[in-house]
């Protein structure tokens, strides 16, 4: 067949695909057992009444939009397996291919899922049973052969169900609740991960659906989540029309940069309710609160009712909040004021409730909020790294003759950022240089290196840095050949995840005369982000007096996450990165008798 002639036919084909909510609107029915709540007499007709949201989310499933990857992060019982079982069956029909349907346990896929509500959502539709196997046996509750391709479930928490098979859409629901069993000693990929390695043989042509309450924020769900496009409903206030996404911010907590909330004040609260719903000991008294509940718009402050609310659902818009994310990795927020079975009411009791639950605070905002849970034991912000600012010096001038002067780097895609450190007899860390290259190579030009030379204050004697360190995470090969033909002055370094151990000597994999340095990431994080930064331990960390955004912010938003121990992998800490460096420096430089 010629290539026009196979071009022209694949039109047709897309042609006949037809839109995600259209198709589902004129085939399926709604079983009464996968929606009790909703369903009355033994179906009803698919329908997306007041949730004007579901749109966005269900089109992500047309093969026509390229999109690869789908995470939803929502509260509990809003939209999750029912947005999920939509995509499938859509796909089933339109996308005819093997299928993995992943649950925490075998038990919830099996009884939950399989039996309760998918089914009988493809025996009860036509379009669906016509594609069931002649053979009863080849339809079974976690297999079932259907035509163009098998659909699989399985829980994490059945061994080995994650290998050996290969499918081109993956469905995932309450990935937070999947056990992962790994320990420093065997380290094991996320039952999440392994479950999508099931598709790579399909490339861009598979489908990875993600949905979960989210927990906390070192999570693989929320760092999946955070990839994607962070897209979130805004409704429309019936007031004055301001747009914004619904959310409960009860207190000074909220951020007042979150779209469509920009213009409130510190004493914004978006839930209010009377304040003299409270009883003689002066606890609240859920009748009353929920008879005067209203949520605050956040523009012209006009008081919304509840029978508003739903309303509002029918209009929503989409607002992606990480515009750079790829058009092929999709994400989704919806807190429970998008689900049409709760009210304003329900989410502020839920909140203020008395609460034998040790956690209620986490649950409310993981559950409902589709929140994570952060609780941090570090958390730098831009204010804290602005404290390491030294007014002693300035830029590109030693404020000292150092024990130490280093060139750390840090090669990435598009720049290479580097900074020059200098180090006291303390083993306090100066950083009096930064900038950036468009290439790691420019590390060993003489133009770079001409600049490198600094003033010892006092004596105005000129020296230079004596070593430098370079990441060799990014084109490893390219960094050996720098770190080679620098003759002994730059040495590439490699971060682990190893906890304990600061540094090790090593030897490049593919060049065994090559020393390679390795060092414990979280050490150094803790050490750097934790003591120098947050808790200005000394010898410190320090800045020059005219620091400018990009370093300060290259140290900020660093967090660690009390319950695991871990740091955060955050995107654009390329100066961080090369301060961690110079920390790292100044511990092999401690291993060399007579250096302090
Ligand atoms: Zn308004």
Redesign the pocket.
């Known amino acids: 067949m010629s290539a026009r002639r196979e071009h022209f036919l694949r039109q047709f084909l897309i042609d006949q695909r037809p839109e995600v909510v259209d198709f589902l609107t004129k085939n399926i029915s709604i079983p009464r057992s996968m929606s009790p709540a909703r369903v009355h007499g033994s179906s009803s007709p698919f329908s997306l009444q007041h949730q004007g949201f579901a749109k966005h989310i269900l089109e992500c499933a047309n093969p026509s939009l390229g999109i690869t990857d789908v995470t939803t992060c929502s509260a509990t019982q809003v939209f999750k397996t029912f947005g999920l079982l939509m995509m499938l069956v859509y796909r089933m029909v339109h996308v005819p291919s093997p299928k993995l349907i992943v649950f925490p346990t075998k038990d919830t896929a099996q009884k939950a899922v399989s039996r309760k509500k998918l089914q009988p959502l493809i025996n009860g539709n036509p379009i669906l049973a016509e594609r069931k196997p002649a053979n009863k046996d080849h339809f079974t509750d976690m297999e079932m052969d259907m035509l163009g391709g098998a659909i699989r479930l399985t829980g994490t928490n059945s061994p080995a169900n994650l290998a050996s098979t290969s499918e081109q859409d993956i469905f995932q629901d309450e990935c937070c609740k999947f056990e992962h069993h790994s320990n420093e000693d065997s380290p094991e990929a996320h039952p999440m991960d392994l479950a999508d390695e099931r598709a790579k043989s399909f490339g861009a042509d598979a489908f990875r659906y993600k949905s979960s309450s989210p927990n906390i924020i070192t999570h693989p769900f929320w760092t999946r989540y955070e990839a994607g496009s962070q897209t979130h409903f805004l409704v429309s206030?019936p007031?004055?029309q301001?747009r914004f996404p619904f959310e409960d911010w009860p207190d000074k907590t909220h951020d007042d940069r979150h779209p469509g909330y920009e213009k409130v004040g510190p004493d914004y609260r978006s839930l209010v309710w009377s304040p003299e719903a409270k009883d003689s000991r002066g606890l609240w008294i859920e009748q009353k609160v929920r008879e005067s509940i209203r949520f605050i718009?956040p523009?012209?402050a006009?008081p919304i009712p509840e029978d508003c609310r739903l309303g509002m659902l029918d209009d929503v818009e989409k607002m992606d909040l990480n515009p750079g994310a790829s058009d092929r990795n999709r994400s989704f927020r919806l807190p429970s004021f998008y689900s049409p079975a709760l009210t304003f009411g329900d989410i502020a009791w839920n909140r203020i409730k008395p609460s034998d639950l040790f956690a209620n605070h986490q649950n409310h905002a993981n559950s409902w909020l589709a929140n994570c849970w952060s609780d941090l034991a570090y958390n730098v912000k831009e204010e804290t790294v602005k404290q390491c600012i030294s007014r002693d010096y300035g830029r590109g001038a030693l404020p000292f003759k150092p024990r130490l002067l280093m060139i750390t780097a840090d090669p990435g895609e598009r720049l290479t950022h580097w900074e020059v450190t200098a180090v006291d007899a303390n083993g306090g860390l100066f950083v009096i240089d930064w900038g950036t290259l468009l290439s790691s190579r420019e590390l060993i030009s003489a133009e770079f290196l001409r600049h490198r030379l600094y003033t010892v204050p006092g004596t105005g004697e000129k020296i230079v840095p004596q070593v430098g360190y370079i990441d060799s995470g990014y084109l490893t090969e390219t960094q050996y050949d720098i770190c080679q033909a620098s003759g002994g002055f730059y040495w590439p370094t490699k971060g682990s995840d190893a906890k304990h151990g600061a540094i090790n000597e090593t030897r490049a994999a593919s060049r065994p005369n090559l020393k390679l340095y390795t060092y414990s990431d979280t050490q150094a994080k803790d050490e750097l982000y934790g003591a120098r930064i947050s808790r200005h331990t000394t010898p410190g960390f320090h800045l020059p007096s005219d620091a400018d955004a990009d370093v300060i912010l290259g140290h900020a938003g660093q967090m660690k996450d009390k319950s695991t121990n871990l740091w955060k992998k955050v995107p654009a800490d390329h100066y961080g990165d090369c301060s961690k460096l110079a920390l790292m420096g100044l511990w092999i430089a401690r291993t060399v008798p007579g250096f302090m």
């Open positions: 206030c007031h004055c301001h718009c523009a012209c006009f």
